[in-house]
């Protein structure tokens, strides 16, 4: 196979079914506003994602792995994450527009059909995960065993959501930047906690607890002798709480209460922001209605934004049943489809990067990740892995209503796929040889140069400018 001498002659339209999708992404007419500043942006990356699941989701898993096999796989997930965000990473910056998203990559290197289902699955991850935290905020509340019904708190929760989604993305990012810091401020006290605790400073401590356990395998059994670890679904299931209030402290439990309620609460925000943006992104190429392009004068898709914020209405679920059970199964559902983005992620991300040889590219990326293609290679086994195997819990005994949360995202993905490709009669994959690896590059290139670099001239300034 001869290597393409003029790739640029290449005619995108033929193997999209949208039209013109560079055109739409970089030269939109309804486009959002850039009003996240630096600070914001990263404080949304570090604390964005941290919810419910750190602080109390964790206790259950603690009760039946016990605390090395916890370790081992916060330690497992964390570099298939690393890997992950660098595939993403490489193909963002050597196209950094606007609007663009994962379903975009997708779509352009590997398969429309495939861009359609993975561009709806991601949606419909951000829209579970808002119920998710929403039902995790409302159970969070009832801690305090406030009479009030725990709808009141889901709908109050769910209204506060809007409006920081809905108004100035500026105004968004602010009060992600405060939400993030006391969630970063929490966990840093906690490990500080823990290191009093494990020198014995605690007021109900006899001594040193340092290394006490270490002769015996209890880090790798299960414990199954406390309720709280089994059955609660506020800050008593979590095992900082029970570790806290056993060694005497007072107070601390309703402080780590109040922080999980803005974990929870921080967590809905950036997955209906998230959301939001991935129904802007789909509806510029085509693959979603128009209507979800339209935005406001501030810039925000407010269409995009009320539509998947409606589905966070899920969470009144709560009603009915079991607030632990409704929790779980937004967390199954919406742990599956991470599972597929991250599976399509990678293929995608190794279909970019035998465009990237085709066309003799490989060297010119501005940015570059270790131990690639090989690690991609790895976390792609260990990701199908888990997909197929993550809800084996359900079959001891089984449980229809769990095995529909953990499985159901399979067969809707596989639906939207083959729907789009048997109606669009699109090709398997786009060849490697007519996967366009230029369009939108040169473009981009000069709308970076446009812009002024502010260059520091001391320490106080580059400071000043990396807060702005």
Same mark, same amino acid.
């Given at each position: ?24 992404? =970089? ?31 964790? %206790? ?25 965000? /660098? /595939? ?42 808002? +119920?998710?935290?929403?039902? &995790? *905020? ?6 305090? #065993? ?18 920081? #989604?809905?108004? *100035? ?5 602010? =009060? ?12 840093? +006290?906690? !490990? ?11 007021? #109900? ?31 008593? &299931? ?5 570790? @806290? ?7 601390? /439990? ?13 967590? %809905? ?16 190429? +085509? ?24 589905? %966070? ?29 991250? @599976? ?14 085709? #066309? ?21 086994? !260990? ?7 993550? +809800? ?56 970076? &140069? ?19």
């Amino acid at each position: 196979m001869e290597k393409k001498e003029d790739v640029g002659s290449y005619d995108f339209e033929a193997n999209q079914p949208y039209e013109n999708a560079e055109f739409n992404l =970089a030269n939109q007419h309804d486009q959002l506003a850039r009003g996240l500043k630096s600070r914001h942006i990263q404080f949304l990356a570090l604390g964005g994602a941290i919810g419910t699941g750190l602080f109390v989701g964790s %206790g259950s898993i603690l009760s039946s792995t016990g605390p090395a096999s916890l370790f081992l796989a916060y330690l497992s997930m964390t570099v298939i994450v690393w890997n992950v965000m /660098n /595939n993403l990473a490489e193909m963002v910056v050597y196209l950094p527009m606007r609007g663009i998203t994962v379903p975009y990559f997708v779509g352009r290197f590997l398969d429309p059909s495939l861009a359609f289902a993975v561009g709806w699955n991601y949606w419909y991850a951000y829209a579970m995960l808002i +119920g998710a935290e929403a039902t &995790a *905020a409302g159970i969070v509340i009832d801690y305090w #065993n406030l009479p009030v019904n725990i709808a009141v708190w889901v709908a109050i929760v769910l209204v506060v959501m809007l409006i920081l #989604n809905i108004i *100035a993305v500026s105004f968004f990012g602010e =009060a992600e930047f405060w939400f993030a810091s006391i969630k970063l401020i929490t966990i840093c +006290g906690l !490990i500080i906690l823990g290191i009093v605790i494990f020198f014995g400073g605690a007021p #109900n401590q006899d001594g040193v607890l340092g290394f006490h356990y270490w002769k015996t395998s209890g880090a790798f059994a299960e414990y199954k002798a406390d309720e709280n670890l089994l059955g609660a679904s506020n800050a008593s &299931a979590s095992p900082f709480v029970i570790g @806290i209030q056993r060694v005497g402290i007072p107070v601390l /439990n309703h402080i780590i209460n109040a922080a999980i309620l803005t974990s929870a609460w921080s967590a %809905g925000n950036s997955f209906l922001y998230s959301g939001s943006r991935v129904l802007y992104s789909m509806s510029l190429s +085509g693959q979603a209605p128009k209507c979800f392009s339209i935005t406001n004068r501030r810039g925000v898709p407010y269409v995009a934004v009320l539509f998947t914020w409606c589905f %966070g209405a899920l969470a009144f679920l709560n009603v009915s049943n079991a607030g632990a059970t409704v929790f779980n199964w937004f967390v199954s559902i919406s742990t599956i489809s991470g599972f597929i983005a991250w @599976i399509v992620v990678m293929i995608t991300y190794l279909r970019f990067r035998r465009a990237m040889e085709f #066309n003799n590219l490989l060297s010119s990326l501005p940015y570059k990740t270790p131990l690639q293609p090989y690690a991609t290679y790895f976390a792609l086994l !260990i990701v199908s892995l888990l997909t197929i195997t993550s +809800g084996f819990q359900t079959f001891m005994p089984f449980k229809a209503k769990d095995f529909i949360a953990s499985y159901i995202t399979i067969p809707v993905f596989l639906l939207f796929y083959f729907c789009h490709k048997v109606y669009h009669r699109t090709p398997m994959y786009i060849p490697v040889d007519q996967i366009d690896a230029i369009t939108g590059k040169k473009e981009m290139d000069e709308l970076e &140069a446009m812009g002024e670099e502010r260059v520091p001239k001391n320490w106080v300034q580059k400071v000043w400018y990396w807060l702005a």
